[in-house]
């Protein structure tokens, strides 16, 4: 019997890899932003007043969307083991049908919507008020976090649907 190669084809792992750099750093940068606020609030009365605005729409975002891919490769999301390991194999493979399916649609509306909501915003030339507790950065920024980290996701699971549907483990 050959044994098939189950490595996932380089985009895939390249934009996994791409994808938990820029969650890290985001988390890093998070926690970086909350000691600087800590420090500066507590030690110097002199508050930030920005950094929840940085922290709830760009670095907690980034985080969670940008992970998605790596997520994916390397199995780091909630699995029913316990009963899929009781199926019989074609209920399986209908199982992992359905799942890629169902992802694939997910991440296109989370692609769609998410895209819409940041052109429009573009469009408009959408920014935050001056002197606002909101990060200065324009809004179109932050939300198209949600798009471009869900278009990765929805690259690699096209991308890696003939593996995954044929039940091999990923070895990165």
């Known amino acids: 019997m050959t044994q098939r190669n189950n490595r996932p084809v380089p985009f895939v792992t390249a934009t996994a890899k791409g994808g938990a750099i820029l969650a890290g750093a985001a988390i890093v940068l998070l926690v970086v932003v909350m000691l600087a606020e800590a420090m500066l609030r507590y030690v110097f009365s002199y508050p930030l007043g920005w950094n929840v605005s940085a922290v709830e729409r760009l670095l907690m975002p980034a985080a969670v969307f940008f992970s998605l891919p790596w997520l994916y490769v390397h199995g780091g999301h909630v699995t029913a083991d316990l009963v899929y390991e009781r ?39 959408d920014v935050p008020p001056p002197g606002s507790s909101d990060v200065a950065v324009p809004t179109w920024v932050w939300q198209g976090i949600q798009p471009l980290g869900a278009l990765a996701l929805l690259a690699v699971v096209l991308v890696d649907a003939g593996r995954f549907i044929r039940d091999e483990e990923v070895t990165p």
């Open 87 to 125: 199926l019989a194999p074609s209920v399986r493979r209908f199982a992992r049908v359905l799942t890629v399916v169902l992802i694939v649609v997910a991440a296109a509306l989370l692609v769609i919507a998410g895209g819409r909501e940041a052109w429009e915003s573009f469009r408009l030339g």
